[in-house]
Structure formats: C-alpha cells, structure tokens
C-alpha cells in the first residue's frame, strides 16, 4: 500500500518497543552560566526512566556553544551516566572552512568519551547536489569507530538545518557507517515515506523521529529521539512501555503527552527549550526557569498552560502550591 494512503499509514500501525532517546535539556543559572549540578541530576533521572540520552543537541543549545563548552558537555554527561552507558552527542562544523576537519574533530571528542556522533547539519550541505553530499557524509562516517546518526533538521528549528530531496535520503541510506537519522520536519507524510523507503533499502536504518508534534510516529515504525522527552522523561518511558505490551493506555499516555508537545513546540518553534525549562521548573525538575541567554523565551503566561499540562500528566503533587510558587507570582510579568 502506498506510504501516502491513509490505508497504508494505518498499515504500519503496531505494538512495539520503540528506541527512546531524550534530547536532553542543558540548563542555565539565572547568572548565564550552566548549572552543571542541575543537568547531571537531570541527566540521571533521564537515564534512570530508562531513556537514552543525546547531549549538545538542539535541545541542549549545541549551536550556540563553543567547541570548549560541548566537550565540557561531553565531560559532564559521562561522569553523570557513569562508565559504559552509552549516550548520543551532536557533532558540528558550523562556520569551518573545511567542514570535514571540523566534523572528524568533533567525532573523535564525542568517540573519546564513549558516545554516538549524531551529524548535525551544517549551511555548506545546503548548496550541494544529492551526489555530493551524501560523498560527503560518507566521508565523514568513514571517520567514526562504530557509525553515527544523521540528522535532518528543519530549517524552522534553526537556519543550519535541510529536509534532504528523497534522492539524498535514499543515497544516505547506502552509506554502511550511517545506522539512522533523527528527521525533524516536523511532517507526518513525509516520515511516513521515510519509512517506507527505509523497509525497501535498508530495514535495520533507524528513523528517529524528531516530530514533537507527532509523537505517536513510534507506533508507525520510527524510534525517536525527541526534545520533548527530556520534559518528562519517566512518562515517556510509561508510554513507550505500554505501546510494546500492546496496551490500550497507551493512546491516553500519548495523548497527555502531545498535548505538552503542541504546547511546548508552537511558533516560535526555537522557544520551546525556554518551554522546557518552565514545566521542568513548575514540576520540580529545576530550581530556575534560565536558558543560554542567547536562546529565545516564552512569555511568563506560558506557566498556566504548561501547569495544565502537568496535571493531566499527572506531574504535580501538589498542585496548588505548584500554581501559588511557579505560576500565579509570574503572571503580571507578561
């Protein structure tokens, strides 16, 4: 059945365990700084839900950091995770004159520290035919010790990113060092044809979802690899578990879910890291509602969609005084 029916949409649909990874969220002091503190203790109750972690990410402010402050990343992740739990980080090339310099030295600080590169993308691959830039990525691959994930970002994310031609996505899919992509276009049809095309060439490819608008993407065949994840973590890890039992819960879990991702993940899109910070504040996951000080904000009335979201997720112990502490003080600011 075609990938674009509805008939073969609905095909796909199965119980299954779906590879969860939580793009994980790097928080800020209110100074500016990293509170390193706080992103090891969410990094350990990431792991502790039972998701995999993938630091220096969108999620995790990776294009707005120096190359010193993603291996300090790099660093603080693997003392949190501990020896031998493997973890994803986003490698970068931005701005290099020589972009596969740039991603093999970034490829081996990710490698050196026990972690999968995940190629963000960088503006050169823009103006590159399918040809040459999957020779590209095969270079790059060629420099890793046991493969890597693409990754196809949305330009509404951020103006490094490409949704590739279906020529490219498939050419990439040749590419033996390549074990996956995360795709973050944030359109459910086009996914859909990513699969498809994945079954015909190459089933063991991964296609991470990165559709925070679309997270049910795991019942159709994708794994994913999702900012929103790294918002509530352990309830991801319930939902996931009740899509491979084959659990009818899992359409209300999921449901209590988008409905924190189509809050979090509306225009601007970029913002919904500052969503991030706020519901893991008003849940009590962080201390600060601070972000890099260079990435955008939502405005303080967000605190009252994103406290419903945390009810119907179940999130809050205390409802009330979650709404007197980190809603109702902040709504004469904006």
Known sequence: MSPSSLAGAWGRLHARRPHGIAAALLPYTPAGSVDWAAFERHLTRTRDAGLDVAVNMDTGFGDLLAPAERDAVLDATRAALGPGRRFYAGAFAQGAADPRAAYRGAILAIE???ALPVLVQCPVMQAMAPAE?????ADIARATAEGA??????PRFG????IWDDETFERLLAVPQLLGAKHSSLDRALELRRLATRDRVRPSWRVYTGNDLGIDLAAYGSDYLLGLASFAPERFAERDAALASGDVAFLARNDALQHLGNVGFRTPIPAYKHSAALFLQITGGLASDAIHPRAPRRPATDRVLLHDCALRLGMLDDPERAWREFVEPFLGAG
């Open 149 to 154: 994930l693409a990754f196809e970002l949305s």
């Open 112 to 114: 050196r520290r026990g």
């Open 159 to 162: 103006p490094h990113g490409e």
């Open 133 to 137: 830039k999957a020779a590209l990525y």
